[in-house]
């Protein structure tokens, strides 16, 4: 057993690499040579993640993966625990339907980041996964819990058909930001494209952003400015083509 | 043992385990979370007859609450398990749900005893309230009319101490007052202690029962109220005038034993004769605070 499991990048992927095995509650039962053993797919092809990474430390659930790896895809997927942290940027399907522990990236993030697999009700359902920089298109989709912060600007589609959860987004939301969300939070702290389906409601300094702000800035040493932990935001109530109990908060200044 | 020219008695204080709760209240202001919390604290001097024993802690600055804003942490008591959440759900409700700006939290977060507070209270909400889960903890968010209104899901319960107690008997009311005044500056502020009576002192202390009214609980301590000294088998030395009483509840007995430590030679001024305590033979209580020990 060791402090943190870590994976450096030896072998970068030429081409798209599911590495969908890679999640921190699991290692913690597992050795590195059983973690290297692990099967990813690498361009439509069987192959093993020890291929790709050198693994060092086992029978951890602190996981570390070392590199840039921007077609690596599925990292995350399904975790239900412990601590993921990435130097680097990694590509799609981003923490894919986890419910716990907290996915860490020092980088940006493909599509549908804490989302759903294909044809599932629900995305995320517990956890913390936060990007330090821009994340893709319908990151957070269909979240049932947990929370999705994003440092830098979101794509299309961000908290598209969300169940509940929080998405905080720190730079630009793209188009269709929180269309079809049921419930959940969508706080914005630049400009944000809001549906048309999303109505104002009042604009107020809502007690939980200000502890949820506070809570990234001391326990998971994410940056944030006092005028955004003490300042005020628009609330806008939607989508009121779903069952309009979820919100897009938008900071509005001090 | 003497302090200050005091005597000390040789006897003890004795105690009961009560159940205890810490609510942390914030505010926009320490005006308004000191607002909330002296309502939430209000009528809760002793079991006998408000159910519940309260009182603030202490002052918090904003680097000390959960959420950035000045803070009031508040110790909450009771006899039992069962009539600490129904204090705190009835009491929260009205007195900090119902104040300007102010939030609710958790103080006792380790405490493996939960009550269902914050959850009982979002019903208020009437189905608009919405729940957040922020580092493992689930908060409330009531909306009023002010904004919204922000409450922990649930708040720890320990096993506290109830009625740790001295007596200051003096030459006169004055004495007594200053001597009650300065032993309470002594122990406000201190972690884990309440005062819970007016000012942190008691005129009126009691005895278990009455000599005369069978459905009285508790009645005048006669022993030590100087007017009867002349009729009822008193406990009162020569020159004592005025007594006074201060009675501590706090989160363990360690707590109550700093906070006597502190307030009873704080206490020995002139005109004060002896501190003294109140007991019942040791048969009631399992905390037993003998004075001299404590200040050995």
């Known amino acids: 057993m060791s402090d943190a499991v870590t994976l450096s990048l030896a072998e970068r ?101 804490g989302g759903a697999p294909p044809g599932a009700a629900r995305g995320m359902s517990g956890g913390e996964i936060i990007v330090r ?35 905080v987004v720190f730079g630009k939301a793209g188009p269709g930001a929180g269309r079809f969300l049921k419930r959940g939070s969508i706080v914005a702290l630049a400009s944000i494209d809001r549906p048309a389906t999303f109505r104002y409601a009042c604009t107020y300094r809502p007690p939980h952003v200000g502890l949820l702000l506070r809570y990234l800035r001391g326990r998971a040493g994410v940056p944030v400015a006092d005028r955004y932990v003490a300042g005020k935001y628009e609330r806008y109530s939607g989508d009121l083509a779903e069952l309009g109990k979820g919100e897009i908060l938008q900071w509005a200044g001090e | 043992m003497k302090i200050n020219g ?97 939030a609710c939290f958790d103080g006792l977060p380790d405490a493996p005893d939960r009550l269902a507070v914050g959850k009982a209270l979002r019903v208020f909400g009437d189905g608009f309230q919405a729940s957040k889960v ?13 904004g919204e209104f922000l409450v922990e899901e649930t708040f720890g319960m320990l096993k506290g101490v109830g009625g740790g107690n001295f007596l200051i008997l003096a030459a006169d009311a004055e004495a007594a007052l200053a001597a009650a005044e300065a032993a309470v500056d002594a122990m406000t502020s201190l972690p884990g202690v309440i005062l819970p009576f007016p000012g942190g002192v008691v005129r009126s202390g009691s005895k278990v029962g009455s000599k005369r ?78 004075l001299r020990k404590i200040l050995a």
């Open chain 2, 6 to 102: 005091v005597t000390i008695a040789d006897t003890f204080a004795e105690a009961f385990t009560m159940r205890v709760a810490r609510l942390v209240i914030t505010g926009r202001t320490a005006k308004w979370a000191r607002e909330a919390a002296t309502k939430l604290t209000g009528f809760a001097t002793s079991v006998i007859g408000c159910k519940c024993e309260a009182g603030i802690e202490r002052e918090l600055t904003p680097a000390e609450t959960p959420d950035g804003r000045p803070g009031i942490s508040v110790l909450f008591l009771t006899m039992d398990k069962a009539s600490l959440p129904e204090q705190l759900i009835v009491r929260v409700g009205q007195t900090v749900l119902t104040c300007p700006t102010t």
């Open chain 2, 134 to 146: 922020i580092g493992g903890k689930r908060y409330w968010r009531l909306p009023v009319m002010e």
């Open chain 2, 213 to 290: 009214y069978k459905n009285m609980v508790a009645t005048t301590n006669d022993p030590f109220d100087p007017t009867l000294r002349a009729i009822t088998p008193s406990q009162l030395p020569e020159g004592v005038n005025s007594v006074l009483e201060i009675v501590l509840d706090g989160t363990d007995a360690p707590a109550i034993e700093a906070a006597m430590r502190a307030g009873i030679p704080a206490a020995c001024r002139p005109g004060v004769n002896t501190i003294t305590a109140a007991n019942f033979g040791g048969k009631l209580g399992p905390h037993h605070f003998h």
């Open chain 1, 13 to 113: 992927p030429d081409h798209v690499l599911v590495a969908d095995c890679i999640a921190a509650d699991r290692f913690a039962g597992l050795d590195a040579n059983t973690i290297a053993a692990l099967p990813v797919v690498h361009g439509g092809r069987p192959g093993t993640l020890g291929e790709f990474f050198k693994v060092r430390g086992g029978r951890s659930s602190v996981v570390r993966i070392e590199g840039d790896v921007p077609l690596m895809e599925g990292i995350g997927a399904g975790m239900a625990g412990g601590e993921l942290t990435i130097v680097g940027s990694v590509g799609r399907d981003l923490g894919l339907a986890m419910s716990g522990g907290r996915i860490d990236v020092r980088g940006n993030a493909g599509d549908n980041a």
């Open chain 1, 133 to 167: 920089g821009n994340v893709g298109d319908e990151a957070g989709a269909r979240m049932r819990r947990g929370m999705l912060v994003v440092t830098g600007a979101g794509g299309r589609g961000m908290g598209i058909g969300m169940i509940a959860g929080t998405v």
